[in-house]
Nanobody, 131 residues
Framework: QVQLVESGGGSVQAGGSLTLSCAAS????????VGWFRQAPGKEREAVAS??????????RFADSVKVRFAISPDIPKNTVYLRMNVLNPEDTAVYYC??????????????????????WGQGTQVTVSS
């Protein structure tokens, strides 16, 4: 049984930083894709970042809105992926979800520009950024 558990959410002032963690059981981060998504109240789910940590062929992807502010990194021995979020602003306020998928392209959006629907999802962690 696959379980993805997010942690690290909280409240922060604009300009601050947070690091989210996603720990997995039953799902190997070193051979699969891991993504972070977010959803704000009344808005569509938005893809944030993804990573394929497969050895020398590893890569990551970022949404344009976060690519210069966020970083994604794996800790393979711990089977954990981190999302480091810097220079946060109120528009980053949302529930952040970790997701896993066997499709190693780790795409963030589909052909219609909508956030990809990964196979496995965590329960989400709230991030609130105040101005």
């Amino acid at each position: 049984q696959v379980q993805l558990v997010e942690s690290g959410g909280g409240s922060v002032q604009a300009g601050g930083s947070l690091t989210l963690s996603c720990a997995a059981s039953g799902f190997n981060f070193s051979t699969n894709c891991v993504g972070w998504f977010r959803q704000a109240p009344g808005k569509e789910r938005e893809a944030v970042a993804s990573i394929y940590a497969g050895g020398m062929n590893g890569f990551s992807r970022f949404a344009d809105s976060v690519k210069v502010r966020f970083a994604i990194s794996p800790d393979i021995p711990k089977n954990t992926v981190y999302l480091r979020m810097n220079v946060l602003n109120p528009e980053d306020t949302a529930v952040y979800y970790c997701a896993g998928d066997g499709r190693r392209l780790c795409l963030l959006t589909d052909g219609n520009g909508l956030a990809m629907d990964y196979t496995y999802w965590g329960q989400g962690t709230q991030v609130t950024v105040s101005s």
